[in-house]
């Protein structure tokens, strides 16, 4: 009698196993599994959830509120501002600029708007802004520091060494301290200025001024209408001769206008018209009749 045995199953995958078994084995499905798929599913509902209009105006006014009640916690919030190295003009200009209301939360404060505006200001060479602990605005400044008066035609105005306008004055004798300087282009020649003036130390009580000429060279203004004419080159040794002169032969006590420096192999010495009379008379001679 033959015995009914069951069916040996085939130990081979089906085709749809293997695929699958493949598909496992591949690092990007495996990626998509662990990471993609979750992603999805939760961006489908989230979309789901935010489809409608009410639940969405809910969601932005919590976060708001949530927003809002962190940012005014008492440790965020600012109450004083302080200016730091600001003389008191500048100091008032800066609190000008500074339109905040305080306290007023530190979320509330554009740092790098409130930096900018600051550093527009005329006076103003660098400026660092922080909120401090403790609820002060900080504002550490480093101002320009004049060192001249530019007379911008009928403006006076401070300038700084680099030749940066620092304020405008109304009259000379608000900074007589300063040394006047004159002229078109006279602010982007500050540090030659400074030398020649530097030279012109021995004389410096007599010293009104420097003039900048057709953006290139400067005149030397002296009281009594005297004049150097410097040349467009090497000006201050050309100024240091004409101090040495005038230490020498009381050059600038003579009856002279100017002394034209332009050329220096060939200075010139203009007399005024009191010293030629003065030398026709010498010479036993009549000036200026026919």
């Not at 403790?134 to 520091?145: C, P, Q």
């Not at 700084?160 to 078109?184: C, H, N, Y």
């Not at 004409?242 to 032969?249: C, F, M, S, Y």
């Amino acid at each position: 009698m033959q015995s009914l045995m069951p069916p040996r199953r085939d130990p081979a995958p089906s085709r749809l196993a293997y695929r699958m078994h493949r598909m496992m084995l591949t690092p990007g499905f495996r990626r998509f599994l662990r990471y993609g798929l979750p992603s999805a599913v939760l961006a489908i509902a989230v979309g789901g959830y935010l489809a409608d209009e009410t639940r969405r105006l809910d969601l932005v006014a919590g976060v708001e509120d949530l927003r809002r009640q962190i940012a005014e916690r008492p440790e965020f919030m600012v109450r004083l501002m302080v200016v730091e190295g600001a003389s008191i003009p500048v100091t008032d200009a800066i609190r000008a600029v500074v339109e905040v209301e305080f306290p007023v939360s530190s979320f509330d404060i554009d740092l790098a708007d409130l930096q900018a505006q600051i550093a527009a200001l005329e006076a103003v060479e660098s400026v660092k802004v922080q909120v401090r602990s403790g609820g002060e605005l900080a504002i550490e400044v480093v101002e320009r520091v004049p060192v001249a008066l530019w007379r911008d035609g009928g403006t006076l105005r401070m300038i700084d060494a680099a030749g940066k306008r620092v304020a405008t004055i109304e009259r000379r004798t608000d900074r007589p301290d300063l040394p006047l300087l004159a002229g078109p282009g006279a602010e982007r020649a500050v540090p030659e200025a400074q030398a020649l003036l530097a030279a012109a130390a021995p004389i410096s009580s007599r010293v009104r001024g420097l003039l900048r000429v057709g953006e290139r060279r400067w005149d030397l203004v002296l009281d009594r209408d005297q004049r150097v004419l410097l040349p467009e080159t090497g000006a201050v040794a050309a100024l240091e001769r004409v101090i040495a002169l005038d230490e020498a032969q009381d050059l600038f006590a003579r009856d002279i206008s100017l002394v034209d420096m332009r050329n220096p192999g060939r200075p010139t010495v203009r007399v005024t018209p009191a010293g030629i009379a003065a030398l026709g008379q010498i010479n036993g001679q009549t000036v200026g009749a026919d």
